[in-house]
Structures are given as C-alpha cells and as structure tokens.
C-alpha cells in the first residue's frame, strides 16, 4: 500500500467519526496553541524527577559517576489524527549525549509479554511497549498502527519521524490509545550525563522546523494532519508547541545565602579585616535529587579561607572596592552558590554615599538615590543601582542606605528612600563648602 491510500483510508475512517458526532469538521491542526510536545523526566533508580515536570534534578554522587537519564516525549493534543511527526532534538552541553542505549522502538516487538490496564477498565496482553498513537482492535488485539519510527542518533542531536498508517481498520479511530493524549509516551530514550558533569543547569530542546530556500519546511519539528476529512488528502504543517526540558546537576554543598559571606566597610574604617569580622558558624545546604534540602552549620574556620590583613582603605583605592579572598570549600568540597557558580568569599569597600563608585558622595548619588527609591515605590521590576555582579550591587545598596547600611539589599527591613537622598544632598554641600562633614552629625 502506498502512502496516499494509507492516508485516504484515514479520512474515509475520520469521515464516518464525523457522522457519529465524534469529531470535529475540519481535524487539522492549525496552529501551536492545539498540539504541543512535551519532553518529561522519566523515574529511574539513579535519579528522581523533582514534581515540576520540566525539570530533572540529578544528585553529586550520580554526577560523579555519570548516569543514564531516562526521557519520554508526550503529545498534548485533541485527537490522534496525525499523519506525521518529525522530531529534533539537541543537547547545549557536551555533557549530555542522546544514547542509543535502551531505545526501544514502539513498533518492534520486545520479546517481553506484559498485561496493561486502560483508565476504563480495559486489559489487554502484548509484547509491544504500548504508546500514544497505537490502538486496540475489535478481537482486543493491541497494534501499534504505524508505518514505522525512525531514529537517527547523534551525540548532540536526535532525530525521530513517525509515520501514519492504520494497518487494521478495526483499529481505525480518532482517539489517542487509552483516550488521553499523554496517557502514554510517543517514544522514550536515554541521554547519557558524563561521569564529572559540573553543577549547572543543561537543556534538552526540540529544534523547530523552518521554512527552507525551496519553500519547503527544513525537516526539524513539526506535525502534520489532514485538513479536508473525507475529500482530497491535504496534509497541513504545523509546529507544535515544544516544552523543553532542564538537567539540573546538584552540587555537593551549596550556600543559599551568599550575603552572610560577603564583608562589607566604609572605606574609612579603621582596622584590618580579620576572621572574626566573619560569623563563626556559616549555614551550607546539601541538596538531594528529590529536591529537599539538609542545612549544615559549619565552622567558618572550615571552610578553607585564609583572611588576610587588608585594610578598609586599601580596599578602597581599587577600581571596584570589590576583592576576592577565595573559593569556599567544605570537607575538600567546593561549595557553590544558588547559580551554580564556585562560591567566593569576598571583601568590599566604598565611600559612604557614593551610589556611582566615582569615589565621592555628592548630588549625581543623591538623584540615583531618588530614582531608585521611586522606582521600587512604582512597583517597577528588577531596579538596579548599579550595572554588574550580585557583588556590585549588594556594595552599591549597601553604600546608597546611609542611614541604614543594608548588607543584604534591604532584606533586614533598611531601606532606601528619599531620607537619604538627602542626607547625601547635605553631606555633599558641607563638603563642597569646605566643612569635612562628618555623617553622624547629619543623620544625628
Ligand atoms: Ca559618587
Ligand atoms: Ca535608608
């Protein structure tokens, strides 16, 4: 048989499911708010799937050794009149590889007979692994009704085309296998983590089709189904939603409040900074692949940091008042922050007042002062008082509250507000008057 009969069967079938009231006039897809594809962690013994279903958290130790990540792609749709599925997918990371290893095709036998139970009741014994677009015939014999899948896999890419063809008419009918869409996967297959991945966070994604120089789609991802029930066969091309999925590789230990490992001073301070300007007990979590958390109070004299002597003022004089003192480490384990980058220990000097770090506190620092206040008073999003790190920001906050000093960007109940505009107004006149104000005396 070829293609177009196989297809004009399926509309003769879609036209007679019409009749019944069954199903819709015209059962195209016509745009990606009707279908989607959604790739979804599968459970396994090396890892468990946290419940936000876009997200598969992997464990230190299942890092280290290199694990087997169990996928499944699903369909979100109406109903099963499809006649072709092109997939694509690619990896961002050379840290994870698409596997041939366990693909099971869902249109090959697996030698291995098993019974199944459908949500209305309906048992049935087959050694197929059952998926979304098969179906049960009359005799309650299941099939996979397709002409074939076909898989193509590269270390960064993998290709999967489904092609439609109902082999037994019996089995002819609109609905997914099981009568939901998602009640079984399409196809499922193992993506191989590297042995050593680093903490960080790696995507899965369906690359989507594009129209190509000749008009004709490049073949990525796409749907098509057949727009004209029970007349000439007309496939429409659509690209589907596609819900991608994140690999989170957990570190072993993590700081979840990078604040308390910051140290902050006025550049006129006196002293050097030593251990005890550090609190004695630093909180690090060790986070678990079913995503809870064990919080660890550990000595900050464990966790590998020497505090050299610099003073305040030295500090001061560098371009950004921002030093790193060194990576963090806790039983010979770096410790990381919520961004999975290497956690620092850092030292951060500035001139009381100065919002735009050009060393002194005069009215450009008042009227950043002010906007920034009105701004968060506006409700607005993401306001700044500086461009750059979280480190840049917390120094530049923490120098623009002068009344308050906030280390942690307000979170202690210290704001920024129009007080202290003008407290930097008045500071910057007695200064521009030659009176070597002094910030006490103008807070009071
Ligand atoms: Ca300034
Ligand atoms: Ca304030």
């Not at 692994?129 to 015939?137: E, R, V």
């Amino acid at each position: 048989m070829n293609a177009k009969i196989l297809t004009s069967l399926a509309a003769l079938g879609s036209c007679a499911a019409m009749l019944a009231g069954t199903f819709p006039v015209s059962a195209a897809y016509a745009g990606p708010e009707e279908i989607a594809l959604n790739l979804r962690p599968m459970t396994e013994d090396t890892q468990i799937h946290s419940a936000d279903d876009s997200r598969m958290l992997v464990g230190h130790d299942a890092a280290q050794e290199g694990a087997l990540l169990h996928f499944a792609v699903y369909i979100e749709a109406d109903y099963a009149d499809l006649a072709y599925i092109s997939m694509k997918l690619g990896s961002d990371s050379e840290y994870l590889t698409f596997s041939e290893e366990g693909y099971q095709n869902p249109t090959l036998r697996t030698g291995e007979t098993r019974t199944y139970t459908l949500p209305d009741g309906t048992s049935f014994t087959t050694d197929f692994q059952p998926y979304c677009l098969g179906k049960l015939n009359s005799q309650g014999d299941y099939l996979p009704d397709s002409l074939g899948v076909s898989a193509t896999f590269k270390p960064d890419t993998l290709s999967i085309n489904w092609n439609y063809s109902y082999s037994d008419t019996d089995a002819l009918s609109p609905q997914f296998f099981g009568g939901i869409s998602d009640y079984y996967s399409l196809v499922e297959f193992n993506v191989q983590l590297a042995p050593g991945t680093p903490p960080g966070e790696y995507h899965l994604s369906f690359i989507p089709a594009e129209p190509g120089i000749t008009g004709q789609m490049v073949q990525r991802t796409y749907i098509s189904s057949d727009d004209s029930v029970g007349k000439e066969t007309n496939l429409v091309r659509t690209i589907p939603q596609m819900k991608d999925v994140t690999v989170v590789v957990l570190p072993e230990y993590e700081i979840l409040d990078r604040t308390q490992i910051w140290r902050m001073h006025f550049t006129d301070e006196e002293g050097t900074l030593t251990q005890s300007d550090f609190p004695e007990t630093i909180r690090i979590a060790r986070p678990s692949a079913d995503g809870s958390y064990e919080m660890l109070d550990v000595p900050f004299s464990s966790l590998g940091i020497e505090v050299p002597g610099t003073t305040p003022a030295e500090l001061g004089k560098t371009l950004t008042g921002i030093r790193t003192l060194g990576a963090l480490t806790y039983e010979g384990s770096p410790v990381y922050d919520t961004d999975y980058r290497e956690s620092m220990l850092v030292q951060m000097a500035g001139v009381k007042g100065d919002v735009n770090f050009d060393g002194k506190c005069n009215a450009n620092d008042a009227s950043q002062a002010l906007f920034y206040a009105a701004k968060v008073g506006a409700k607005q999003k993401n306001v700044r008082l500086a461009d750059g790190t979280p480190e840049k920001e917390t120094l530049a906050y923490f120098l623009a509250d002068v009344d308050g000093a906030s280390r942690t960007r307000g979170a202690d109940g210290s704001a920024i507000n129009a007080k202290d505009a003008s407290y930097m107004l008045v500071y910057a006149a007695r200064n521009g008057a030659g009176l070597d104000p002094r910030w006490e005396d103008i807070i009071g």
